[in-house]
């Protein structure tokens, strides 16, 4: 069965680093584009960044653009997010989520149980 | 990227139909069939439960559907069920110049 499991996040002083990671298994890893979605505390669902099954296509959020990197390894089943120059408002849970695409478009159908960066000094 | 719009809450007693709106711009959810729904319990992973604005992936439920009109798209549970209660976000793919995902900002359903 398909598990995604997040770890690596924290608790991290402001502009500083966090890499997450998220580990693929029951399915094949490489032909797949990921995602990251986070959630800050009691809000709503917020997308982050996209990465094609290759890595040559790489997406991000306004809110993330500059300060953080999305990364692959395929041949660990793996998905990273390094995350720099953090602030208070990217404090969340990061999910990782795979990338499907239907007759029309993409969408997520699979959800780690996410992984909670916090920042604060 | 704006978020999508939809209400804080609806609820509905066991059995009966609710209908959650989400609603967007011609940018995304009027310009594509690209509406997908997600649930959330408490403290869990989102759960992809409909998506390409009506479709439904393989173990959910039939007694959820998706529908989209102009720029609203809408979830419809029927013969509500106590373990319905959750959190529900739409979300729209658009692939203009820099394609992106944008969420609504979730609507609790309570069963009364």
């Known amino acids: 069965q398909v598990q995604l499991v997040e770890s690596g996040g924290g608790l991290v002083k402001p502009g500083g680093s966090l890499r997450l990671s998220c580990a693929a298994s029951g399915f094949t890893f490489s032909d797949y584009y990921m995602s990251w979605i986070r959630q800050a505390p009691g809000k709503g669902l917020e997308w982050v960044s996209y990465?094609?099954?290759?890595?040559?296509?790489?997406y991000y959020a306004d809110s993330v653009k500059g300060r953080f990197t999305i990364s692959r390894d395929n041949a660990k089943n793996s998905l990273y997010l390094q995350m720099n120059s953090l602030r208070a408002e990217d404090t969340a849970v990061y999910y990782c989520?795979?990338?499907?695409?239907?007759?029309?478009?993409?969408?997520?159908?699979?959800w780690g149980q996410g992984t909670l960066v916090t920042v604060s000094s | 990227q704006s978020a999508l719009t939809q209400p804080a809450s609806v609820s509905g007693s066991p059995g009966q139909s609710i209908t959650i709106s989400c609603t967007g711009t011609s940018s995304d959810v009027g310009g594509y069939n690209y509406v997908s729904w997600y649930q959330q319990h408490p403290g869990k992973a989102p759960k992809l439960m409909i998506y390409?604005?009506?479709n439904r992936p393989s173990g959910v439920s039939n007694r959820f559907s998706g529908s989209k009109s102009g720029n609203t798209a809408s979830l419809t549970i029927s013969g509500l069920q106590a373990e319905d209660e959750a959190d529900y976000y739409c979300s729209s793919y658009t692939s203009s110049s820099t394609p992106y995902w944008v969420f609504g900002g979730g609507t609790k359903l309570t069963v009364l």
């Open positions: 989520a795979r990338v499907r695409y239907g007759d029309y478009g993409p969408y997520f159908d699979y």
């Open positions: 990465i094609s099954s290759s890595g040559s296509t790489i």
């Open positions: 390409d604005v009506s």
